[in-house]
């Protein structure tokens, strides 16, 4: 497995270290979102490597993405169960800012916040929240 897999695979497990929401890895929006909400972390990009020699490295400032989602049915609770649930998001990745040593640093940007209509229902509250993985490896592919 490469240095990215298990990167954004521990970042997937350090996410569902939160206890009230539901979590996914690179998939669609379900019809239903859990009660506690639901978190969709996408792999987002790596960008291009800054690279040293000798020996030869690739230093990587990768952007993954978490979208958090809640439902609740009162529109004056949305804003704070997203709060809420972005909160969690920060306090799991600060939790251990190297993913068990697997990058540099694992640092979340403010999240970009997003109101998701839905036809005949209530309208969902997400937010897109930005994650900055830092790490460095012998091979881009590996």
Do not use: N
């Not at 490295?57 to 993954?64: G, I, M």
């Not at 640092?107 to 994650?131: F, H, M």
């Amino acid at each position: 497995m490469s240095a990215r897999e298990h990167i954004l695979q521990a970042l997937l497990g350090a996410l569902q270290t939160i206890p009230s929401a539901a979590v996914l890895r690179g998939e669609v929006l379900p019809e239903r979102v859990p009660a506690d909400g639901l978190l969709i972390l996408r792999d987002g990009d790596p960008g291009d490597p800054e690279v040293t020699l000798s020996p030869r490295r690739y230093h990587y400032e990768h952007r993954a993405e978490v979208e958090a989602i809640v439902a609740p049915r009162q529109p004056a609770d949305r804003a704070e169960a997203l709060d809420d649930l972005v909160a969690a998001i920060g306090i799991a990745i600060a939790a251990d800012r190297t993913l068990g040593g697997l990058c540099d640093w694992c640092e979340a940007s403010a999240p970009q916040p997003v109101d998701l209509p839905v036809e005949g229902a209530a309208t969902l509250k997400a937010a897109i929240v930005p994650i900055t993985l830092t790490y460095l490896t012998a091979d881009p592919l590996a």
